[in-house]
């Protein structure tokens, strides 16, 4: 039966160029026949004169420099489909694959020149056909979705060919079959509704593990991945002739840190055990694009109980919630306003409407279990989710998106959902949307957009979204302001708080802004001073809070954000009041005012797991190669996250060491993703290192704070690169390398994303001077040469440091070998008495260097480096574990000082009272010094308020120490 479709818009070529495009067709025209041959013009010029619509020539030669480029490059496609009379007919399902079949079979075929050829014709075919209106939207996005999938199957085929005299078939341990690579399509190519310069998102599966039956025998998950990355290179890789589809693969289970293929029961394990309800939403559109039927059909039923719950799911509408909050911050954070796809109101939008019905509903109502958008819509109608005017309204819209979306990327096959800024492209995108002018098009899709947006804000509204606007006759803003108002409010130094007030009223930034700036400047101010007025100090808090709205000024978009959510007003108030290092935080990045509108998640602070989730759907959307979007999402990331933290610890929902912990966490979930963008970044420049085995040979170790899971707000990262000896070689790429200088250079990248200073500042700043050497050092040690260092050259301060070593991203198997080293270096044996004179000798030197020399005198007590302070603690920790871990080797097993007490103690090695005592005070100083972070105030305290926990360090020091003499008094 034949597929139809809604009426495309009218003919724009009915109407001639105006005269820019009409001069622009012309000088293209010219260009045309410069690099054919004369048989070539001959049959160009017999193939238009017989043409019925002769006038489509010069209108996609203004309006798409690609169809331009593609025919002065070479006619011949053109012709073929001139001839063929493809151009004037919707091509059946399966024709296109048909074609490229056909064309591979040839036993001289390339594939990866074929495959960019055949792309190129159908490209030019869709985006003719779409720009002079002979194929409706929908016929254009399910044309680009079947040239997808033809180039998968097609190209699979024979990567399959090639693989299987090497490596034989792959055959299921149980069921002896064959298995075969099943590639799920995700997003709009499940949905067949590609665009026409579209990525593609992928996963991988297969049936049932087993080994290859051929002379070389392999597992079925290693014979899957080098069968998986074939088809990646066939579809990514530039070549001269361009790629086929981008490639991405990071809606995998695990993301780019899991397998690159997965088999059924390992899919259905991680959605049942760690499927989260984004992986739902995104396995919506999934479907099958390879496979024989029943073992797409037995997959199919193994998802559909994760996507879709047996009944009307309202425990996902938070997770909606959270999502839809994710959109809306995107757009503001990313200024996607002109994003026809992204921006408000733009295509996603009109996704996640649809697809949040499929969510809630889709268990119990089935006709919602479908992939397409428009049928989706109409079902919402049909059963009352929606009303028909609002289907009507968002399905003509999208429709609009849609086209607005091709007229953009066909213009000149780049990947954008951008509007032009550019005239010519202005104009030639209203004439394909068959507008006059750009104002007349813009006007027209603003309507769409607006419409869009209104529903979209409609849909799962916030609790307590109105609220009645308070009534006071008080001025609190404008000419009448006066500390009389302030006071009346309850403020107790209205001289104080005023004038700030009054200079920021009449300074000139407020004078030179915009009517709409000034506007809500003079709505929130009240509200402002109305909030600051429920905080304990009301003068402080304002205090605290005015940088924010000097800041926000030019960008009135927060004011609002803060007028439309009352709760987030008071929230951003009474985190400012209990600390200035939140408040500066907020002045500095005003763009995680977002975090403010949902309360839970802002006093939740998620464990490692979810922070690693979360990233991923962060991320998930940007290009791996755009390294500017991964470091300013990363910083965002981090950013959010350290407020969520230090909004629970002020709040008194996360104890100090659960602080320590979610900050740890951060750091460790952000350098995986770190080394994921910095590998990505050298490999698709260089290759992969050779090395046998799985993994990246490279293993990141963290030190002091990081690697005791105790990083506090300011923290730096001690860090030190290790790579596996055993890579020795070169890597795998054209640019090939020797595989030292790549994880170099893999180091070094990993640095620059990390503190490079970007609009949200630094990741973290790194402190490398614990690797082997110091400063003087490689920046990346191999195993080896680690090990051959710790064993002969380190000191003793360096073997103390290892015992706070702990792996914390990269290679699992180099990991092991360096532990394996830690174990073997702390486990020595060792003289005590020299042990403990090189500790106290350290320990003086560094008191010397980093203690003031005047805070005793005065009284004060300097939490980290003061006698019997923080430092004193992990001396004594790390003495213990170099002195006694030969005998219990149970003291090797923990980097963090807390659970190495807890050892000591339980071994009987220290008093179990002494323990309690020791891990007591080092809480209270850890616990002291953190929120002495938030207040913005340095490490030092009064001492007698610490005496009782000072007096319980420096005796057990000077009993652990007293056979070092003269060193004890050296501790006054």
Known sequence: MAETFPDPLADPCSEPLPPPLAALAETRRARLAERWTPDQQQRWEAAWASYSQPAQLDHMLACSPFVADLLQRDPEPMLALLASGELQRSLAIGEAEQQLAGILQHGDAELLPELRRFRARHMLRIVWRDFCRLAPTLETTRDTSLLAEASIRCALSHCEAELAPRFGRPLGRHSGEVQELVVLAMGKLGARELNVSSDIDLIFTYPEAGETDGDKSISNEQYFTKLGQALIRALDAVTAEGFVFRVDMRLRPYGDSGGLVHNFSALEDYYQEQGRDWERYALIKARAVTGCADRVAELERMLRPFVYRRYVDFGVIDSLRGMKQMISSEVRRRGLESDVKLGHGGIREVEFIAQCFQLIRGGRDLGLQQRELLPVLAECAELGCLPQSAVDELRAAYLFLRDSEHAIQGYRDQQSQALPTEPGHQAAMARVMGFADWPGYLERIDAHRQRVAAHFRDLIAEPGESQEEETDDLPLWGEDLSAESLQALGYRDPQESVAPLLALRDSKRVL?????????????????????????????????????????????????????????????????????????????????????????????????????????????????????????????????????????????????????????????????????????????????????????????????????????????????????????????????????????????????????????????????????????????????????????????????????????????????????????????????????????????????????????????????????????????????????????????????????????????????????????????????????????????????????????????????????????????
């Open 512 to 972: 030179a802004l915009q009517v709409q700036g000034r506007e809500r400047l003079e709505e929130f101010m009240p509200q402002l001073l109305r909030a600051c007025a429920e905080a304990e100090d009301p003068d402080l808090a304002l205090a605290r809070v005015l940088p924010l709205v000097t800041a926000v000024l030019r960008r009135s978009a927060y004011l609002a954000l803060l007028l439309e959510n009352p709760a987030a007003l008071d929230e951003l108030v009474m985190l400012c009041a209990a600390s200035p290092w939140i408040a500066q935080l907020m002045a500095e990045h005003p763009v995680l005012l977002d975090e403010l509108l949902d309360r839970a998640s802002l006093y939740t602070a998620p464990d490692k797991a979810l922070l690693q989730d979360e990233l991923r759907q962060q991320v998930a959307r940007l290009p791996l190669d755009d390294l500017e979007a991964q470091m300013e999402a990363l910083r965002y990331f981090k950013a959010s996250h350290t407020l969520r933290v230090a909004a629970s610890e002020l709040t008194g929902r996360l104890p100090l060491m659960k602080v320590s912990d979610k900050l740890t966490w951060l750091a460790e979930v952000i350098l995986e993703q770190v080394l994921a963008v910095a590998w990505h970044n050298l490999t698709a420049k260089y290759g992969e290192p050779s090395r046998e085995g799985g993994g990246s040979g490279f293993a990141v170790f963290g030190y002091g704070k990081l690697g005791g899971i105790e990083l506090s707000y300011s923290s730096d990262l001690d860090l030190v690169f290790i790579y596996d000896s055993g890579a020795r070689g070169v890597t795998a790429g054209p640019r090939s390398i020797d595989n030292s200088v790549f994880y170099t250079r893999l180091g070094q990248r990993m640095i620059h994303i990390l503190e490079t200073r970007m609009s949200l500042g630094q990741l973290y700043e790194v402190d490398m001077r614990l690797r082997p050497s110091g400063d003087s050092g490689m920046l990346v040690a191999s195993t080896a040469g680690f090990a051959g260092y710790q064993r002969d050259s380190a000191w003793t301060w360096e073997h103390q440091a290892l015992v706070r070593a702990r792996l914390v991203a990269g290679d699992e198997s180099v990991g092991e070998a360096v532990y394996g080293v830690r174990e073997e270096i702390l486990r020595r044996d060792r003289d005590a008495v020299d042990l403990a004179r090189e500790v106290v000798q350290m320990r003086r030197r560094m008191r010397e260097h980093l203690l003031p020399s005047a805070a005793a005198a005065k009284g004060e007590f300097h939490l980290k480096q003061g006698v019997g302070g923080i430092v004193d603690i992990e001396f004594m920790v790390q003495y213990a574990v170099l002195a006694w871990s030969r005998r219990v080797p149970a003291l090797t097993q923990w980097s963090d000082n807390i659970r190495i007490l807890e050892t000591l103690g339980r071994e009987g090695l220290f008093e179990q009272g002494e323990c309690e005592a020791l891990t007591e005070a080092y809480l209270a100083y850890r616990s002291a010094a953190h929120q002495l972070a938030l207040q913005q105030q340095a490490d030092i305290v009064p001492a007698v308020d610490y005496g009782e926990h000072r007096a319980a360090v420096t005796g057990k020091w000077e009993q652990l120490f007293a056979s070092c003499e003269g060193d004890a008094a050296g501790q006054g």
